[in-house]
């Protein structure tokens, strides 16, 4: 689809975690602080790995942290870079809308070109140009690392 978002859930880890609620109060806020932490580190290296053009991804990007404290949803937001998804992933051979890649032409030195790179797209589709998943890969061992120190004496 066209959501992109990844959403971190210590109680989808079982491994990890059998019952969140039953433990006790100092390892939920451990657990808490772990997850606050991995989703900050996520979202400030998706911003340091995302394509940047005029800057939108990067500043849509952000990291929402429930109200309990433990879940986290990371991503860009839809309303600003709703093309988010089709950088992470690429795309298939397309025809882009008319009229897209007018500005991203002249930002680029390249008016007059917007056919020919829509005919490369139509051809080629898009290469995947990842940013958030490599961002979370890149932070998921440290983060279960510090779940599973949290309830190690449990």
């Known amino acids: 689809g066209d959501v992109m978002n990844i959403t971190v859930n ?46 939108t991804l990067r500043s849509s990007i952000k990291a929402n942290i429930s ?10 937001d839809q309303v600003n ?3 988010a998804p089709y950088l992470e992933y690429g795309t298939r051979p397309h025809w882009p809308p008319p009229g897209v890649l007018t500005e991203w032409c002249r930002r680029h030195g390249m008016q ?10 139509a051809r080629y589709g898009t290469k995947p140009k990842p940013f958030l998943i490599p961002a979370w890969e890149s932070v998921k061992p440290g983060f279960i690392k510090a779940v599973q120190d949290a ?4």
């Open 10 to 55: 210590v109680e989808g880890e079982e491994k990890v975690i059998a019952n969140v609620k039953r433990l006790t109060e100092t390892v939920v806020r451990k657990v808490k602080a772990a997850m606050r932490t991995a989703a900050l580190y996520v979202q400030r290296d998706a911003k340091r790995r995302a394509p940047w053009d005029v800057g």
């Open 112 to 121: 007059g070109k917007e056919f020919l790179i829509a005919r490369k797209i």
């Open 81 to 83: 870079a709703k093309y």
């Open 151 to 154: 309830i190690k004496d449990v």
């Open 67 to 76: 109200p309990d404290g433990l879940t986290a949803e990371i991503g860009a």
